[in-house]
């Protein structure tokens, strides 16, 4: 589960949503309320700025220039601040620092502080209020000095990326002020600082203190380095062996007993981080666990206490090592429905050993009940499983709270998250009913988006699980769904296998959740939308991708659409990618497509004033992608200069070593330049391009196995990955393009074959084009797969759908909220259907269907010459 997504579930029930539009209850934006401070007149010749969730400030020259005569990077103290001192911290900011001309920015609302501070908020991010912007050294130390005699005594999160200045609320870190990015080791587009040499270098942000190498210390920083430094484990009688798991709150640690050598487990708590949604600190909630645990202690369903401590400020408690495996891990492993053809006998084991962990699973939990607790988050991570598979322990207990407080959910996970009016001891009947469900289709994270979803999924369990009786899941849609149960029949209004009528509800679908009056997107997609530089313009999760996906189907051109993307590329956003599927290019590309030429042109001129030649290689954002559109605008304009961009971009590319990349797949890894290289041959007929996509393509075969199903899959170390994104599924698509040309290459014919199974699986996750089981559908209609194959897929696409405003939608990433976005949602789903549609099938941009035009018999042909 993304952690991430959770916070842009708030603001909306349907789709995902920035945070800054959480409705109020007077209908306001923020729930928490602005800051008073942030209501003040900015000062005279100051400005002032939104940026993210920060309130930016800094004086103005005459000119009205700001941040003039200072620098670009340097060591800036943030301060740190609770929910209750916030709007005082950042009054006493204000007040330091905009007589002395500090610039400084501050979170203006409680809300927006709240979300910094969250449990699973970034954790290099979280605790800090208020930054500051000294303009050398000096001003430094006099800063920390003067302000913290200010703000001594506040309280506040420490900031993990920070070194504590004293005991108080202020911290410092080296890092860039002004906006720079750069691209980092993964080909992504970071925040960056200058090194010495004047090279733009990541400017790393992470949950720990750890400025540049080349970077001195100041001496008055040195003595509170020693006193971080000197808090250490050396004094504890146990020894640290792994962190198992790790939130803002605080980490799950694995170690042993040095007296006993016994295995034990220390959960640490961060004060003042971690908040949950009834505002209390990770410290809180494990003074809960530890009480809980102290009620359920002899009961043999839960780890015993063995020691409580304070170290560093934070809160451990020490319990018992539980021995097994998470219960999300075995159905992982055990889940026979990845498997392309069905074993009766393997169901039929399957679904014995549901019922079995379920019974014990429902033991534990009364057993729990008995002692008058309600465990209050339970979830498939959070039963554990003994050796034997069978036996449960139940594990976390931060949200455990004694039946008679009458408390609902203040944290859970969202697969398993009780409505509001579920009180008590039925906060955990409604987990139970959910696990009966997940452990069939682990698909109930669709629950919080309609409860009714509940009896689709139910009955197509029964269909997949003969053996089971329907008396378990009937029972658990009851609780579930309630009232508001309803048979799968009249669940869906029609099934996207259902042609014409499934595609053209999602396109009314699409169409209806349209927000033109908005300028930071036009359709409901991933939060990546709502990324800083445009994200809600492109291809992948923006604009662009949807139009791109209504046009290829075949469902025509919609005006209102095309002139909100006119609108808001003129001009672009400031800070906007340059890619094909993050960016202006793939802007582009639409809109030449569309017909408007002159804008399309336009926007690739200012990718070309930017330095798009230090972008990573991928297809997504970088040197492929951009390759791509230079070449295909060259030939549908006849811009020379476009071509030779085109050639720039592939000199580039041929220079890199792909098998140095940590990254593989149609568009992060060195497949997107593979198919950048064959395009290129098609238009030039130089076979050192074939030679170059056979070189890329290599360098991905080698990072996939096989899964456990046999077929070949990316492997990312911890999981393997058969999509068309990131998995093996996108570089067949590219094996079956390159085979068109060269198809005696026998290592790359028998790769294909291996793929090929990947795209048969009865379970996928989601249902998205790059990571879920449209982007199969898609794969196998262009490979030419029996026909049957094509249409279980299909069928089964229907598995994820959800009404929405009497039409068919689909959820995106992580399927907490609906999607129309054509990378996570219903236009790619869209465009897969598309794909299977006979006579004229739809494509991705670049991946025409096959078979791929024949190669040009003589040498380079240049547009425009």
Known sequence: MGKRYEVYCLADPVFYETPDRIPGPDGGKDMGGPLDTAQRPVPERWTSSVSGDWLQLAPVDEHGRAFQGRPRQGWKIHVSACLDNADSTAATVWDYCVPRGIPFKFVPSVRLLYLRNAKYA????????????????????????????????????????????????????????????????????????????????????????RPPEWVTLPGFLRPHLDARNAVSTNGLPYRIERALHFSNGGGVYEGVDTRTGEKVVLKEARPYAGLAADGADAVTRLEREKAALERLGGLGVAPEVRDWFTLGGHRFLVMDFVDGRPLHSLIVRRYPLIQPEQDPEALAEYTRWVL????????????????????????????????????????????????????????????FAAPADRKGYDVDHYALACLRIALLLPMTSLFVVDPAKAAHLADIAAGQFPDLPRSFLDEAVQIIAGERRARAVAYLPVDPANRPEGPASMVRAILRSATPERDDRLFPGDIAQFADGGGGLGMAYGAAGVLYALDETGNGRWEQGEEWLLDHTDPPPDGASLGFYDGLAGVAYLLDRLGHTGRALDLMGHVLDEKWQTLGPDLHGGLAGLGLTFEHLARTTGERELYDHALTAARILAERNFAAGRRAGLLRGATGPALFFLRLYESTGDPALLDHAASALRSDLARCVPDSTGALAVDEGFRTMPYLGTGSVGIGMVLDDYLAHRPDEEEFARARRNILPAARSQYYAEPGLFLGRAGMILHLARAGAPRADVEAQIAALGWYAVPYEGELAFPGDQMMRLSMDLATGTAGCLLALGAARPGHPASLPFLPPLPVRVPAARGPARPGS
Request: contains cysteine; charged residues 30%; proline residues 7%.
């Open 122 to 209: 970034h954790r290099g991010a979280s605790g800090k209020c208020a930054t500051l912007y000294p303009a050398d050294e000096a001003e430094l130390r006099q800063t920390l000095e003067e302000l913290g005699e200010l703000l001594e005594g506040e309280q506040g999160p420490y900031i993990l990326s920070d070194l504590r200045w004293d005991k108080g609320p202020l911290y410092v870190r080296y890092g860039a002020f002004a906006a720079l990015d750069c691209v980092d080791d993964e080909g992504d587009i970071v925040p960056a600082i200058e090194d010495p040499e004047g090279r733009l270098v990541p400017d790393l942000r992470g949950p720990a203190f």
């Open 356 to 415: 079995d962990v379920h019974r014990a699973t429902e033991a534990a939990v009364a057993a729990v009940h008995g002692r008058g607790l309600v465990v209050g988050d339970l979830h498939v991570f959070n039963i554990m499983l003994a050796p034997d598979e069978r036996c449960v322990r139940l594990v976390d207990f931060e949200t455990a709270a004694p039946v008679g407080e009458r408390r609902g959910q203040i944290l859970a996970h969202p697969g």
